[in-house]
């Protein structure tokens, strides 16, 4: 990241937004007046773009009907591998090593019950602790399905401090005891982003299996899995590629592995020329559609197809420099203006390691997201003690962000959030 010497006015803020090569972007969203939207590490907003792709796909159903996989401004029957050639420059893979499909959790059950093979000593999953829930779940679903108790066989890594992992950590419990390690590319409450070529090498030199939940890295910092020589990856595309609530997920499969019988095999898998001849041996697709399950949902794929659009227009090495450079400015910030209202930084300093979200601790978290709601500000909360602001690059302002702390040095100064009480709400 270009270094800066950072003054905390609000004319800084201006200079860095006239400075922002990605500021145009901005009006491609629909920003709501007076208000300023920190959660997109949650639900990126609406594009315009996105918004008109969706139309297109419903002149496509509505001109054409069933034609409408095969004929229309985008035919729907390869719809997914279009946004997953897409979707690769983001990832560092083939286009034909991307699918966009199903939903993130079905993905990974997908891949698990493809890659996870247990054999001989070789018995046991591992993941870590500081892990999203649904990913747990689903390990532990899988497990039992083997007929293994996940409480044995689900090696969960503990952090050392509460908010990171140590990948040297992660390594010692790469034992011969693992079958295969899935583990997440950021992590989602603190922002840490781990070493993902350096937790592969030694998976492999170990004889592991491994894959990563890039939900909170996709659309925000680059990757390279196919140099890296990742075995496979999953994500949603909700979040920083702004496809929209409950939008169609992606996943990765390197091409060393095209070829495996997918685990749960359904006729969109197969390869396209022979789907519809109805046979009831399958011919599975020789790219990551083979693991592709049943057909898309069109209308959770179209926001996608004018999302990606733009990511190529901007380029994720610039995207990656100025998710850096914002979240650094607001960590400066916090620590400028609020050094005294007892708040803790829970995500990393080291700009390498940080992801695209600031994550900051407080014991009266929840009240002061409430107040900060109020106020026109949407953070995200994380239990037990978490705000979580992530400044998006593609449409958020370094004004956005400096307003964003000067409501939250009046909130902390005259204490707004004592009104509220202290329990989150049903989403957070």
């Not at 996105?50 to 035919?75: Q, Y």
């Amino acid at each position: 990241m270009k270094s800066y010497s950072f003054e905390p006015g609000a004319e800084f803020a201006s200079m860095l937004d006239r400075q922002d090569v990605l500021a145009s972007f901005r009006d491609e969203f629909y920003l709501k007046q007076g208000s300023i939207y920190l959660d997109g590490n949650s639900l990126g907003l609406l594009s315009k773009r996105a918004e008109a792709t969706v139309r297109e796909s419903l002149e496509d159903w509505k001109e054409h009907g069933i034609d409408g996989w095969m004929e229309g401004n985008n035919p729907w029957y390869g719809f997914s591998e279009k946004l997953g050639g897409m979707t690769a420059p983001l990832v560092g893979a083939l286009p034909e090593e991307v699918i966009v499909s199903g939903s993130t959790t079905v993905n990974l059950h997908q891949l698990v019950a493809t890659f996870y093979k247990p054999e001989g000593r070789r018995k046991k999953i591992l993941a870590d602790e500081l892990n999203f829930p649904s990913d747990i779940y689903a390990l532990q679903s899988q497990l039992r399905n083997h007929g293994y108790d996940p409480e044995t066989h689900l090696i969960r890594v503990e952090s050392r401090d509460g908010r990171f992992l140590d990948e040297d950590d992660l390594i010692a419990a790469m034992t011969d005891e693992i079958a295969l390690a899935i583990l997440p590319t950021v992590l989602y409450r603190s922002g840490q982003i781990l070493d993902i070529e350096k937790l592969t090498k030694a998976a492999h030199d170990r004889g592991i299996l491994i894959g990563f939940d890039a939900c909170h890295s996709i659309g925000a910092i680059p990757h390279a899995f196919s140099k890296w020589n990742v075995d496979f990856a999953f994500w949603c595309n909700y979040k920083y590629l702004n496809g929209g609530p409950g939008a169609a997920a992606g996943l990765y499969v390197n091409s060393r592995h095209f070829g495996t019988a997918p685990g749960l095999a359904g006729w969109f898998g197969s390869r396209k020329d022979k789907q519809f001849d109805m046979e009831h041996t399958m011919t599975q697709a020789e790219t990551a559609g083979a693991y592709q399950i049943g057909t898309p949902h069109i209308l959770s794929l179209a926001p996608l197809l004018g999302s990606l659009e733009m990511f190529a227009e901007a380029g994720i090495e610039n995207i990656r420099e100025k998710s850096l450079r914002i979240t650094r400015y607001l960590i400066d910030l916090i620590q400028h203006e609020l050094g005294d209202a007892g708040f803790g930084l829970g995500s990393p300093t080291e700009d390498y390691r940080r992801g695209g979200h600031v994550s900051l601790e407080h014991p009266e978290a929840v009240r002061i997201c409430k107040a900060l709601k109020e106020r026109g500000i949407v953070p995200d909360f994380r239990a037990p003690n978490i705000i979580r602001l992530a400044p998006v690059a593609l449409y958020t302002s370094y004004v956005d962000a400096w307003n964003a702390v000067r409501i939250l040095k009046e909130i902390m100064e005259e204490k707004l959030y004592e009104k509220y009480s202290n329990e989150r709400e049903v989403i957070a």
